[in-house]
């Protein structure tokens, strides 16, 4: 597969002086199939009339328009891909630099080279739309070897805490029997995270501060802190896995992990999806035993995320009013990860 260049300069618009004869075949009944993060793979039915006469496809694949689609986009970037009639199914990768998750349609042409170079085309077929897939493992992977490089030095650490509102614990123990609930993941990070908008948990925090060795007083999420012993959430009874790797075009990185109880839902779910890491070994969050006692480690140069995959009750921890401030421009709902960082970027589509 290749861009014609000479193509693309003379089909800039629909109104291109290419003339269409009726004998090439429409391409029909159009499949798409082995659809990853970057790629696809199209094929499609065809009269067997002048069929024999096609040497080009010519594929439009363009984003699904949304009201977030950007207004700015000019017109006369190029969106058809040129390519020799080679056996279908053809697969169709990073041309575009295909984002994950994202809907697209596409629509097919036939064509015949003539000697003076121009080309003689069949009619547009229908439009098919699809939708691009998650990073795979391999993927998140390599996101995974991206943030080991940059996780810093590992701190000790003791709790895992949950800054909410005072109405949030209120309606948690009023609606659901003191126990925290599992909710999905929002949007924000990595674009094709499989996590988000999926997995069900709870965001908890471990990281603490340089010269105190204890959580930070100060929290984007609410004045209200639920602190629990490190062992009653990550312990040889749960499976620890890597979610995903993003910043906000800012200095600082964020790490997403999932700790999971051994044979629960969630575990059998990122079980199929996440890297898995190794609770005693990996750069950024550790448990480990000695002398009898369980021992936590977080990395230092990272924002550590926890997701915890089962309910939790209120009672296996305590609730107080931090002292500090809300820093409402540390959250992370819903943020969108910065597409040009070099550090925490992948090659596939963002």
Request: net charge negative; aromatic share 10%.
């Amino acid at each position: 597969i290749c861009r014609d260049s000479e193509y693309v300069a003379r089909n800039k618009s629909q109104d291109s002086g290419i003339a269409e004869m009726e004998e090439l075949p429409v391409p029909h009944n159009i499949r798409i199939s082995n659809i990853t993060c970057d790629s696809f793979k199209i094929s499609w039915e065809m009269d067997s009339k002048s069929k024999d006469r096609i040497t080009h496809y010519f594929i439009d694949l363009n984003k699904k328009e949304n009201k977030n689609s950007n207004k700015f986009k000019h017109k006369d970037v190029p969106t058809k891909l040129v390519a020799k009639a080679v056996p279908l199914p053809m697969t169709v990768r990073g041309h575009w630099f295909l984002s994950p998750r994202t809907e697209y349609t596409v629509a097919v042409q036939t064509a015949s080279k003539q000697v003076d170079g121009d080309y003689v085309v069949s009619e547009w077929s229908e439009i098919i739309e699809f939708c691009t897939a998650d990073y795979s493992k391999v993927h998140l992977t390599q996101l995974l070897e991206k943030a080991e490089v940059i996780a810093g030095r590992m701190l000790k650490f003791s709790v895992f805490y949950r800054n909410q509102h005072k109405e949030y614990f209120d309606y948690i123990r009023e609606h659901h029997g003191n126990a925290m609930q599992p909710s999905v993941k929002d949007n924000s990070g990595s674009h094709g995270s499989p996590i988000s908008g999926k997995l069900e948990g709870i965001f908890f925090s471990c990281s603490t501060e340089f010269n105190t060795g204890k959580p930070p007083q100060d929290s984007p999420y609410g004045r209200y802190r639920f602190e629990i012993a490190a062992e009653k959430l990550f312990n040889p009874n749960t499976n620890l896995y890597f979610g995903d790797f993003y910043c906000m075009y800012t200095a600082y990185h964020y790490v997403i992990l999932v700790i999971a109880p051994v044979g629960s839902p969630g575990d059998e779910f990122c079980k199929q999806r996440l890297p898995q890491l190794n609770s005693q070994d990996n750069k950024f969050l550790t448990c480990r035993e000695e002398d009898g006692m369980l021992v936590y480690h977080h990395a230092q140069d990272v924002i550590l995320e926890v997701i915890y995959t089962d309910p939790v009750d209120l009672s296996l921890g305590t609730v107080a009013e931090i002292t500090g401030h809300q820093l409402m421009s540390l959250s992370t709902a819903n943020a969108k990860k910065d597409p040009s960082c070099k550090t925490c970027n992948i090659s596939v589509g963002r």
